[in-house]
Nanobody
């Protein structure tokens, strides 16, 4: 089982990036998929999550209205579209898969991928 986040980079404030979470060894539409981030010196925080069959979504207050999570089952990939980026969005972003139906409520995940660095700076 492997999850791989990609799409990070350096972007100016106000810019956009789209992160991708690709999986091998598991079918993502059977799982709740979440994005987390961790900035230097800070605890990891849940950013967004998408449910399984109903595709319900949740967002941290800090990213509501700016980030959009979605999934493409045909590509076995989950995306995080990030817009109006701020310097405080700078962090390593991780994707994770949760088995439990309430995983998007608890952000308790079973599988984790390696992160991708997002840096927002002028």
């Amino acid at each position: 089982v492997q999850l791989q986040a990609s799409g990070g980079g350096l972007v100016q404030p106000g810019g956009s990036l789209r992160l991708s979470c690709a999986a091998s060894g598991l079918t993502l539409n059977y799982y709740c998929i979440a994005w987390f981030r961790q900035a230097p010196g800070k605890e990891r925080e849940g950013v967004s999550c998408i449910g399984r069959s109903d595709r319900s979504t949740t967002y941290a207050d800090s990213v509501k209205g700016r980030f959009t999570i979605s999934r493409d089952n045909a590509k076995n990939t989950v995306y995080l579209q990030m817009s109006s980026l701020k310097p405080e969005d700078t962090a390593v972003y991780y994707c994770a898969a949760g088995v439990g139906p309430g995983a998007c409520d608890t952000y308790v995940m079973n599988y984790w991928g390696k992160g991708t660095q997002v840096t927002v700076s002028s």
